[in-house]
């Protein structure tokens, strides 16, 4: 456990999560608009999104599925009997004056996320329940002085919305959680995990207590849209309701928002009256029932998921486990590292995946779909170290060309001239005159001054300019330094 | 030619067909008459060139054989269904200028099978009255009113909420009209404007496009001056539509065919519970009448009953307050209808709905908030959906002993503006035996049975099993011939 | 239940239905003459009895994923009492 130093001692913060997850779909959770992201505004409305008189909803088969589905992911129990509630307020981006969600009885209850954690261990968070329910439209409020704009694209999206437990404790937990649970997401293809977008945001509960004492009053950070936001809202709300406490105030249990430009947490305004959401279930819509073997049948077509995937590559190519959290955290980075390791040695594969790989793209701004340097010629490169086409020496370089160009390895090394010399002539050649360049060293040498053996290696190369087979070079060196 | 508004749909619809008029001929005389029955207030949009295009293409596709089931019937649309184009106001100064862009699911059926749109009738405010005194517009007189025309010496309400619907095709402005009922609306102003009106089974009617009051309770239905024509005008009303969600996906059977008079052996029930304390006598002894008249065609009376009879109004008035409350909350002037300015978006929400709402609309509105608040959810909302199952069990059983039910429709014939209108709860008394129907979704029609000692008609009321509408019809006509009712409103066009 | 005028004030703002002042009391009377009769309800035993959503005995039905509407912006915007650059216009709301 790590806990914060306060003026009083140490403090736990107590952390629960509630993601709204955007599900994906071509048509909206109870009418046939589009969903596409970055349409013109208003473009993407029906008169249900806009809650025209009259107007009823129908429910999008597809967006149930995938509730199913992210519910089987969390190995979460599905409910086959769940309800759509209305949760009744007034705001100028929720048009019907409520928001179809469910209540009491959502389509998914109890599952678990493992977290994986930067030291290698592991942690197991409890998922309280998942939810459908329907996005709102975006208020835009510096578009003018005076007013604030509405675009209803967003109304009426489905979203999944995913409730922890109160189960982590530290900002990194946290950061954990949400990278684990949009891992989850992508890897099922249910939700794009795109934070930037508001495909994934995060309402964070924040409390703290004294190590053991019950849980303290929590406030909630709404729709807080990155990672690092999330942990640095944390770190900043558990220390500001650390300070109220041991300055002898209490907490008040309300809404806050994460200033993205001055890193702090504050009181929203607009949400500061106390709500009664008056829930109750919709009467335009009746009660879902699931089939049982539908849901079996879509357990059936569940991808390999991060965890198992980890235990597999652990298992089956002896990865680290380090090397293996970092090769399943993106269902792209696993399915590219299996592609170069098919035949080829594993470990060596993933080194060259999570170390050059890995930090090109890094250096480079770019996501595994878009590297230069495709899989099969990552590959090929291996196989021209295996084969001492190259050595390891040049194949960086090779990898260097590659990433510029995209072109193979095998083309790059002939185009270069960059192939291994393994003719036993032209290296005993170039031995020959390096030694007789360094006579007096070879004396040395041969008077016991053994370290010199790496100083005439050395020579050789740079003679060869990199080329020669080091082993070969190795064998003639030491045949012709006894002799 | 006056004498087309006093046609039937089915004599309409033979003499267009032996081509003793056309659709033009009947639409203008019908559109003559709705501008004759102006002082009623019955219609809030009058549509004279859009219906004279309708019947003009109607005739071009009677001409071409294409003739469909309504085809070239002049007919009026209760202004809770949205009409591509005409504005549509639910009687409430809150959709102030609002004109739907979309056509109900309902009225294009309709089109489709050929009817002519006159206009769009009066209601009560969201359809949220017994009277048709709420409305925004206006109340609506019944042509039942006596008196001198505009100058009535007893102004009776037409009953609601669907009372400009009952006014118009009692008054001889239109063969039919579209109603929506959820706790009686297109009953009881039937049974006080002397014509039928059926609420089908809850599904059977699509409610997409209909301005929402009571989404578990509302359902559309024709109201007619005949039996007959109320199984033309419902068959083409009904039908599965895919964009509502409690829409029920089964056939709609040819309603008319149904009409078969024979009724022998048919069990009757007769609900012990609808006696209730105080009940008019006459209102006993037309109820008396028609299981006479029902017993002498060959039918069975039985009785029957429905103990939770009494706690349906109760029940009523929370579930379809509760409802409403969050159905009228898209109604906020910031996407079509008023909008009243305010400094912030909350003093606009208030003072839009503020002054967009009646004070009928408002009070039902703050019970269907109270009941769903912190705290009051079970003791209220949660109790009357409990009930409300009980109810729906109580006619299960019922319908295990009988076929189709009889009672009164109302508790008494028409009233006058300004009688019973400070106790909002002698107002609600009025659906006292529509109610219970309405919970269950059942079927039920509201029949022509005579005159009180008023001389104002009285309606009886049957309720069938869920989609068993052709029972109820049958049923009905046969009280329709034996009660065969002469009387007609004094005024009419 | 009787309602007092404070009550009815709290509803009113959660509905966003502005009642002026001088109403409140009246509106207090006649809403609680209401609730004193739905209280009836009470009387009813509804031990283990499910409170009914839907008259309509079948389950929800659900549509393909298929984009079939939208796309209609003009249609959508034309009933608006304010609009702008494709936009519904409210007050401006603080956050
Ligand atoms: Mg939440
Ligand atoms: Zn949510």
Known sequence: ?483 | MTGLTHLTMAAALDGLAKKDFTAVELTEAHVKAVETIRPLNAFITETPEQALAMAKASDARRAKGEAGPMEGLPIAVKDLFCTKGVPTTAASHILDGFKPEYESTVTSNLWRDGAVMLGKVNLDEFAMGSANITSYHGNVVSPWSPGEVGNWSRQLVPGGSSGGSAAAVAARAALGATGTDTGGSIRQPAAFTGIVGIKPTYGRCSRWGVVAFASSLDQAGPMTRTVEDAAIMLRSMCGFDPKDSTSVDMAVPDFRAALTGDIRGLKVGIPKEYRVEGMPAEIAAIWDQGIAWLKEAGAEPVEISLPHTKYALATYYIVAPAEASSNLARYDGLRYGLRVEGASLKDMYENTRGAGFGKEVRRRILIGTYVLSAGYYDAYYNKARQVRTRIKWDFDEAFKQCDVILTPTAPSTAFAIGEKMDDPIQMYLNDVFTVPASLAGLPGMSVPAGVGSDGLPLGLQLLGRPFDEETVLRVGQVIEKAAAVTATPPFMA | MSLDKATVAKIAHLARIKVPDDELDHLAGELSQILTFVEQLGEVNTQDVPPMTSVAAQTLRRRKDEVTDGGYRDAVLSNGPETAEGFYVVPKVVE
């Open chain 1, 1 to 483: 456990m790590s806990y914060i130093q306060g003026e009083t001692g140490d403090w736990e913060i107590v952390i629960g999560l509630e993601v709204h997850a955007q599900v994906i779909s071509n048509a909206k959770l109870f009418s046939g608009a589009a969903t596409a992201f970055g349409a013109e505004p208003n473009s993407q409305v029906s008169f249900v999104d806009a809650a025209f008189p009259g107007m009823l909803p129908v429910i999008n088969e597809h967006c149930i599925e995938q509730a199913v589905r992210t519910g089987l992911g969390l190995k979460a129990q599905i409910n086959l009997h769940s309800v759509f509630d209305r949760k009744n307020y007034f705001y100028a981006d929720l048009p019907q004056g409520y928001q179809i969600s469910q209540f009491q009885q959502p389509i998914v209850g109890k599952g678990e996320i493992v977290l994986d954690l930067p030291d290698g261990s592991s942690r197991t968070v409890g998922v309280t329940r998942l939810h459908l329910e329907q996005d709102a439209g975006k208020s835009l409020h510096d578009q003018h002085p005076a007013k604030t704009y509405i675009d209803l694209n967003r109304s009426g999206v489905a979203l999944m919305e995913i409730v922890s437990e109160p189960d982590m404790r530290t900002a990194e937990e946290a950061g954990a959680y949400v990278r684990k649970l949009r891992s989850i997401l992508r890897y099922l293809g249910t939700c794009d995990g795109n934070m930037e977008e508001g495909s994934m945001r995060c309402d964070v509960n924040v409390s703290v207590r004294k190590p053991g004492a019950p849980f303290g009053t929590r406030c909630e950070i709404k729709n807080v849209n990155s990672i690092r936001f999330v942990m640095q809202a944390i770190e900043y709300e558990a220390r500001r309701q650390i300070e109220i406490i041991e300055e002898g105030g209490k907490i008040d249990q309300e809404t806050r928002l994460w200033d993205t430009t001055k890193f702090v947490t504050r009181s929203m305004r607009s949400k500061e009256e106390a709500h009664d959401y008056r829930y109750f279930p919709d009467p335009d819509l009746l009660p879902l029932e699931l089939d049982p073997e539908w849901v079996e049948a879509i357990k059936s077509t569940l991808p390999e998921l991060p965890d198992d995937k980890k235990a597999r590559f652990i298992g089956e190519y002896k990865l680290s486990p380090y090397d293996a959290n970092v090769l399943v955290s993106e269902k792209a980075r696993a399915d590219f590292f299996e592609t170069v390791a098919k035949g080829r040695d594993p470990k060596l594969a993933a080194n060259w995946v999570t170390g050059e790989l890995f930090g090109y793209l890094n250096k480079a701004g770019k996501e595994i779909e878009e590297s230069p340097v495709s899989a099969e010629n990552l590959g090929g490169l291996i196989d021209l170290i295996a084969d001492n086409t190259i050595s390891g020496r040049i194949a960086k370089e090779v990898f260097e060309a590659m990433f510029e160009t995209g072109e193979k390895a095998a083309d790059i090394v002939e185009k270069k001239g960059l192939r291994q010399v393994t003719d036993t002539g032209a290296i005993e050649a170039s031995i020959d005159s390096v030694l007789a360049a360094n006579a007096d060293k070879v004396a040395e040498f041969r008077s016991g001054k053994d370290k010199l053996f790496g100083f005439f290696v050395g020579q050789v190369m740079k003679a060869t300019q990199g080329k020669a087979n080091p082993a070969l070079v190795n064998e003639i060196l030491t045949a012709k330094l006894k002799g």
